[in-house]
């Protein structure tokens, strides 16, 4: 049962030392209670207070880790309903769905394709979490040859899909070693699988058509000694299941629910056309699938899906940086121009692909604004003349250029009377507002 705040205060040292971070022990107790820090967070608190303190530090949601041959994949450890609350911490997982009716050089050809693919966003390598394979009938040997073709094809996380315990016992055989998800522990075989889950380290999946048999489920389960649970609230629809997962969410962080606290499975490959699939899946990406099991792989859509799940799951605090700094673009020389931006990650990658992409040479120096936006960096004071000379002195961009010109972007026009005075020496011109504009302007006017 979880504790108050003034329950946990009294198991605290009480001596308001602030080593936590907070002014008083009593503070941070009811901040412990609300699920917002980590008992972690207090050096002092007694080995006896820490066992009896474990249940009320625990996240609401409990984490689960995939791994397999270096890969990992976890869900869970969620505090908030809402990003901007604090903010998100474990990315939904995207797995890619193959069924063991489906030919053995088919599967490893699709999930040869799916594993090999990688897209660089804003600095960041973006790529499928794992495969998934679904027995369609109860054959031990077709099911084991599925998941070898996978296994033959990409190491990532796997997901093992089967109301048969003996088919996921066959499949777990393959898998020694690794900590895989089986799917699925309903009325008719928990007990089964959930013996097979604690043998083999595997995360389990409970699947119920109610909350309240999900609830009925998980807490035997863990009665049984099983820890790891993923919830399957077996909705395959858009309202359904945005429904059930808000609900299982809220529960979990608004009443300390402990039977539906753990990460929700998603399964948008059920609907009956691709489209509908990804609408699916990125709704589940947003309300609040730990994973996501498609049944379709297009280029086309794992982008636009993995772009909306890395720009959800960034902490709201702490924007995407790139290192301030200079950088070369086109192999420029001392005549190139020298372009002025934030470190703002997509500000950044704006910039410089736009410019790459047109061939022209030139000097990109980043400077350190906070990763802030060009707009929001200069209205919070984090970019102005006086910042963007410090750069321009401290990188010695000086040295590399014959010709001094700076390019301020057009949205800091009313820098550009500052900045000669912060560089007289230095040529000011004042760019286009939008990145997508720098080739025309640097063609026809530098």
């Known amino acids: 049962m979880a504790l108050s705040g003034i329950q946990i205060y009294k198991l605290l040292p009480q001596t308001n030392c602030k080593d936590c971070g907070f002014p008083t022990c009593l503070a941070f107790a009811m901040k412990l209670a609300a699920k917002q820090v980590e008992l972690a967070a207090c050096p002092h608190v007694s080995a006896e207070a820490q066992a009896q303190l474990a249940?009320?530090?625990?996240?609401?949601?409990?984490?689960?880790?995939?791994?397999?041959?270096?890969?990992?994949?976890?869900?869970g450890n969620e505090v908030v309903l809402f990003r901007h609350e604090k903010t998100f911490y474990n990315k939904p997982g995207l797995f890619l769905r193959v069924r063991d009716s489906e030919p053995v050089e088919a599967i490893r050809a699709r999930v040869a394709a799916a594993d090999g693919y990688h897209v660089n966003y804003v600095g960041r390598d973006l790529s499928l979490d794992g495969f998934a394979v679904e027995a369609t009938g109860d054959n031990p040997a077709v099911f084991t040859a599925a998941i070898g073709a996978v296994r033959q094809a990409s190491h990532r996380p796997l997901i093992l899909i089967s109301h048969n315990p003996d088919l996921i016992a066959a499949g777990l055989r393959l898998l020694d070693g690794e900590h895989p998800l089986i799917c699925g522990a309903d009325a008719s075989n928990w007990e089964k699988m959930g013996d097979l889950a604690?043998?083999?380290?595997?995360?389990?999946?409970?699947?119920?058509?109610?909350?309240?048999g999900l609830a009925d489920l998980a807490t035997k389960l863990k009665d049984r000694g099983v820890a790891d649970l993923v919830l399957d609230p077996a909705a395959r629809q858009l309202g359904a299941s945005l429904l059930l997962g808000t609900q299982i969410r809220r529960l979990a962080l608004r009443q300390n629910f402990r039977p539906l606290g753990y990460p929700v499975i998603a399964f948008p490959g059920d609907a009956p056309d691709p489209a509908q699939e990804a609408t699916l899946a990125a709704q589940a990406i947003a309300k609040y699938a730990g994973f996501i099991v498609l049944d379709h792989f297009a280029a086309e859509v794992m982008y636009p899906l993995m772009v909306l799940r890395e720009n959800i799951y960034t902490d709201p605090q702490k924007p995407i940086q790139v290192q301030p700094g200079i950088y070369e673009i086109n192999n420029p020389g001392p005549e190139s121009p020298v372009l002025v931006t934030t470190n703002f990650s997509i500000t950044y990658f704006s910039v410089a692909n736009e410019v790459e992409s047109s061939g022209l040479p030139a000097w990109l120096i980043v400077a350190d604004a906070e990763g802030m936006s060009v707009l929001t960096a200069w209205a919070a004071g984090k970019f102005d003349a006086e910042r963007i000379a410090k750069s321009v002195k401290g990188f010695g961009i000086a040295d590399k250029v014959s010709r001094k010109r700076i390019v301020l972007p057009g949205h800091v026009a009313v820098l550009s009377g500052e900045l000669e005075e912060e560089l007289p020496d230095w040529e000011i011109r004042v760019g286009p507002r939008e990145a997508v504009d720098l080739p025309a302007f640097m063609k026809q006017t530098l």
Do not use: T, Y
């Not at 604690?198 to 309240?212: E, F, Y």
């Open 55 to 75: 249940e009320a530090s625990e996240p609401p949601v409990r984490l689960i880790s995939l791994r397999s041959n270096g890969f990992e994949v976890k869900a």
């Open 198 to 212: 604690k043998q083999h380290g595997a995360a389990l999946v409970v699947c119920a058509d109610s909350l309240d």
